[in-house]
């Protein structure tokens, strides 16, 4: 099932933050951060584990709420170079089988001067 | 991570054919992805290319339409077979060191169906 990502789109000056929400109805067994420009390969960002491990981008951040299966990313400080389509992805884990990476539907971001 | 390309790039194909792309890792992975990213959607996966053995596929992707070889850890193709317009997308594939790891793109093969 596709997670729900929310905005669909922000508009952001340099300099200013945003939050992109990325949700599941399903317990989560890790959240794949991507950030699409136009034109090219999705590039990683971040990975959040079940259990709290976290890696990153240097300046972006992201938190993962297991409970609320939900996780945000934030970007703060914006730079013209953050803009591009940013990419939830949520991977599921049930009985014994093992399931798949499943993407969102992206959430434009627009960094103007 | 990995280094990957793809070829082609980009093509132009007409209604009824078949083009296949190729996907090469510069190192062995475990993993790997085949997706379908259509026009300002998100990325859809198509099949897990498994080594040695017959893809795995998602529903609404049939071998058929959609072969899939991956004959050693470094490479695979997908053929897009029997071409309509309704298959023009970017194709990317995607590698991975265990099923649940990060997922590392190439950079697409954006094929154009008239």
């Known amino acids: 099932q596709q997670p729900v990502q929310s905005p669909q789109a922000v508009i952001l000056r340099e300099g200013e933050d945003a939050v992109i929400n990325c949700s599941s109805s399903?317990?989560?067994?890790?959240v794949h951060w991507y950030r699409q420009k136009h034109g090219e390969a999705p590039v990683f960002l971040m990975i959040?584990?079940?259990?709290?491990e976290q890696k990153g981008h240097e300046k972006i951040s992201a938190s993962f709420n297991e409970k609320k299966q939900q996780s945000s990313l934030y970007l703060t400080a914006s730079q013209l170079s953050y803009s591009g389509t940013y990419f939830c992805?949520?991977?599921?884990?049930?009985?014994?089988?093992?399931?798949?990476?499943?993407f969102g539907a992206g959430t434009q971001v627009v960094v103007t001067p | 991570s990995a280094v990957i390309s793809q070829k082609p790039s980009r093509d132009i194909c007409q209604r009824g054919t078949s083009l296949t792309i190729q996907c090469q890792v510069d190192?062995?992975?475990?993993?790997m992805f085949w997706y379908r990213q259509q026009p300002g959607q998100s990325l859809t996966l198509i099949a897990t290319?498994?080594?040695?053995?017959?893809?795995?596929?998602e529903s609404g992707f049939v071998i058929d339409k959609f072969p899939i070889s991956r004959p050693n850890l470094t490479f695979s193709t997908l053929t897009v077979s029997n071409m309509s317009p309704e298959d023009s997308s970017i194709y990317l594939c995607?590698?991975?060191?265990?099923?649940?790891?990060?997922?590392?793109f190439g950079p697409g093969t954006r094929l154009t169906v008239l």
């Open positions: 995607s590698v991975a060191g265990d099923r649940t790891d990060t997922q590392y």
């Open positions: 959040l584990l079940k259990g709290g």
């Open positions: 399903k317990a989560l067994y890790s």
């Open positions: 290319a498994n080594q040695g053995s017959e893809a795995t596929y």
């Open positions: 190192s062995q992975v475990t993993m």
């Open positions: 992805g949520t991977f599921y884990v049930w009985a014994d089988s093992w399931g798949k990476l499943q």
